[in-house]
């Protein structure tokens, strides 16, 4: 996932996805309030994401 941190740098790292709600579009991971990441998700406006899975549709 990508975010862009408090200089306008570009951050990216990997995550896992913990659940996946595909009729609402929505899905869920886990970060630690303490780390940057979460400071750049509550006060960015913008995130990417690349994904990857296993599965076939």
């Known amino acids: ?31 630690a309030r303490g780390k940057n990441f979460y400071r750049e998700l509550q006060n960015g406006k913008e995130a990417a994401i690349t994904a990857l899975t296993r599965y076939q549709e």
């Open 1 to 31: 996932m990508g975010t862009v941190d408090a200089h306008g740098n570009p951050q990216v790292r990997i995550i896992n996805i913990m659940h996946v709600e595909p009729e609402k579009g929505e899905i869920y991971f886990v970060t």
